[in-house]
């Protein structure tokens, strides 16, 4: 059975925060992670993903946020994976999730349907 839990923060504008997601009891030997977010009154988008050795960004993150998976602990099925969140901005508040699978296609990992596997969701709040 799989576990992810989040933790996040409150940021001011232009500031910095990373994300983590420790996750248990998912196969490691092919992982493919993701973050998403939900603000207020909008859809869970997806904002970067990892898998098969490479990254996907939204174009609204790219250039400012950085996904990274830390998978040491291969052999007992546990890893963190993160988010490093760079020059932020208040339109970047909302509640961060973050998902997996064990494979997810190149043109769906942005995609919240393409994951089974959730966090609880964590709040990230950028105030201007």
């Known amino acids: 059975q799989a576990e992810m839990i989040l933790a996040g923060g409150a940021v001011q504008a232009r500031g910095s925060l990373r994300l983590s997601c420790e996750f248990s009891?998912?196969?490691?030997?092919?992982?493919?992670m993701a973050w998403f977010r939900e603000a207020p009154g909008k859809e869970r988008e997806g904002v970067a993903a990892?898998?098969?050795?490479?990254?996907?960004?939204?174009?609204?993150v790219k250039g400012r946020f950085v996904i990274s998976v830390d998978d040491s602990n291969v052999a007992a099925s546990n890893g963190t994976l993160y988010l490093e969140m760079n020059n932020l901005e208040p339109e970047d508040s909302g509640i961060y999730y973050c998902?997996?699978?064990?494979?997810?296609?190149?043109?769906?990992?942005?995609?919240?349907?393409?994951?089974?596997?959730w966090g609880q969701g964590t709040q990230v709040t950028v105030s201007s």
């Open positions: 990892f898998g098969n050795g490479d990254t996907t960004y939204s174009e609204a």
């Open positions: 009891g998912l196969k490691l030997k092919r992982i493919y």
């Open positions: 998902a997996a699978d064990t494979w997810v296609g190149a043109s769906a990992r942005l995609k919240v349907h393409a994951y089974p596997y």
